[in-house]
């Protein structure tokens, strides 16, 4: 953590594009996963993007409520 603190700190953009590809990265495999298991069924290929997002928004809703 104090890596990442430091890189924040003495090169900001690198930081937050950092973070951006981490966003990126992390949602495409999450929506594999989804299509993955939901493949089977024979659903639309929108159906892993509402069920990932669906469970994302699940979750900060739990988060938020609690605070």
């Not at 890189?7 to 951006?20: D, G, I, N």
């Not at 590809?21 to 495999?29: H, R």
């Not at 939901?38 to 994302?56: D, E």
């Amino acid at each position: 953590m104090d890596y990442l603190r430091r890189l924040q700190m003495e090169r900001p953009v690198l930081f937050w594009v950092l973070v951006l590809v981490a966003f990126i990265v992390g949602f495409q495999l999450l929506l594999f996963v989804a299509a993955l298991f939901l493949g089977p069924f024979g659903l639309p290929p929108w159906v892993p993007l509402v069920v990932v997002i669906g469970v994302l928004v699940a979750i900060a809703r739990s988060q938020q409520n609690s605070r």
